[in-house]
């Protein structure tokens, strides 16, 4: 008796055979992401001391690149300081444990993040070519890679920049910037997690142009379209500065950029599959 294939079994499932598989999936990505937050959790000293409350010393090493690129081209000393004129506190009961639990969780996603991926992989692979799922390993690290360069560029660029800013901004000398715990790790979350998901720009153009959604030409003929929005999503994420906005703005222009060369990349191959089936037919 001859063995089915992939696709055969794939069709035979039902729209509840589907459901039930990426149930078992989104089961494994879960568990994946506690056992990296318990580890986080665990490791709290570390976790808060050195990487979420980082950012917020002077010696932090943007503060200290950023500091001698000003001297360097005499800009302002905004960012050559010995404190930055704010502390931290917690105004509720809960607050800290609160805290401690929604940063080992971001933790734990952001580590468990290719394998969140792989999983993603697996439920949607069965549906794929042959040929397409031999690429696999390459979709997965390349999905990692330009997450975990989201999440650095957001860490060391976009949180810095904007604790700078809101941190040492004041209406009044008889205000004082007593930031509540739970709005710092939301700016760190926030500034770190849309980073990384911003980062995906490619993957997601990759597949999009795959269905046929998303074209080379469609993309650069709305590329000054792009760039407006670009510039939009940058002043949302960022201190309402030019220089941080265009900062934030030029990674996610070169990420564009690189999204036709993908997108070129997609519809060349894809020709060449269709003149080889036209020859072989």
């Known amino acids: ?53 980082g950012p917020k010393k002077a010696d932090f090493v943007t503060y200290d690149i950023l500091c001698q690129l000003a001297q360097l081209v005499h800009l302002d000393d905004s960012f050559c ?4 004129p704010f502390r931290i506190q917690s105004r509720k009961v809960a607050g800290q444990f609160s805290a401690h639990i929604w940063m080992s969780i971001t933790a734990g996603f952001i580590v468990a993040f290719p394998y969140i991926i792989y999983q993603f992989w697996k439920f949607i692979s069965p549906g794929l070519h042959h040929t397409e799922r031999r690429h696999a390993r390459g979709f997965i690290t390349a999905s990692s890679m330009l997450f975990f360069l989201g999440v650095l560029f957001g860490y060391y660029v976009i949180t810095p920049l904007s604790i700078n ?17 739970s709005s710092y790790t939301g700016l760190v979350r926030a500034s770190v997690l849309a980073s990384g998901l911003i980062f995906q720009l490619p ?17 650069k003929t709305y590329r000054k379209y792009a760039l407006v929005i670009i510039l939009v999503i940058s002043a949302v994420i960022t201190p309402p500065d030019i220089a941080s906005q265009v900062i934030v703005a030029i990674p996610v222009l070169i990420l564009y950029e690189v999204s036709i060369v993908i997108a070129k990349w997609v519809v060349r191959k894809q020709r060449k599959k269709e003149q080889q089936l036209k020859k072989t037919s």
């Open 81 to 84: 300081f010995e404190e930055l």
């Open 203 to 219: 993957i997601v153009i990759y597949f999009l142009t795959k269905i046929g959604l998303v074209t080379p030409e469609f993309l």
């Open 165 to 181: 800013f809101l941190g040492s901004y004041q209406v009044s000398k008889e205000v004082f910037n007593d930031f509540d715990l």
């Open 1 to 53: 008796m001859a063995k089915k294939s992939v696709k055969e079994v794939v069709k035979e499932m039902s729209f509840l055979d589907h459901l039930e598989d990426l149930r078992w999936h989104l089961i494994r990505c879960v568990i994946a992401v506690l056992i990296c937050a318990t580890a986080a959790f665990l490791s709290y000293k570390f976790l808060f001391d050195v990487v979420l409350l």
